[in-house]
Nanobody, 125 residues
Framework: QVRLVESGGGLVQAGDSLRISCAPT????????MGWFRQAPGKEREFVAG????????RYGHSVEGRFTISRDDAKNTVYLQMNNLKPEDTAVYYC??????????????????WGQGTQVTVSS
């Protein structure tokens, strides 16, 4: 059973940047779309960003578009989320997710079937 291991969360100030990473424990990373979601206390899980297995399709949630960038490095078996100009409302647990094999769909939580444990990102004002 593959696991997704997130890292890089922490406490930052508003306006700062932070990069979080996710690495699956198997070596089939390049065959799957990957995504990031987040959930703040008392709120529903929210789509943040997704990248298809070929990196030909990239999607962002409305609240992060223009500030966040998702990327993947197949050689390092890792997907990244670069977060710039962070705001207090970005505070949440960020979850990495893996999509269906060779699927181009990366925009909805129904496109993913494997989830990480999450990493906390806290943005102070």
């Amino acid at each position: 059973q593959v696991r997704l291991v997130e890292s890089g969360g922490g406490l930052v100030q508003a306006g700062d940047s932070l990069r979080i990473s996710c690495a699956p424990t198997d070596r089939t990373f390049r065959n799957y779309g990957m995504g990031w979601f987040r959930q703040a206390p008392g709120k529903e899980r929210e789509f943040v960003a997704g990248i298809s297995w070929s990196a030909s399709r990239i999607r962002y949630g409305h609240s992060v578009e223009g500030r966040f960038t998702i990327s993947r490095d197949d050689a390092k078996n890792t997907v990244y989320l670069q977060m710039n100009n962070l705001k207090p409302e970005d505070t949440a647990v960020y979850y990495c997710a893996r999509g269906a094999k060779f699927s181009p769909d990366v925009s909805s939580d129904r496109d993913y079937d494997t989830w990480g444990q999450g990493t906390q990102v806290t943005v102070s004002s």
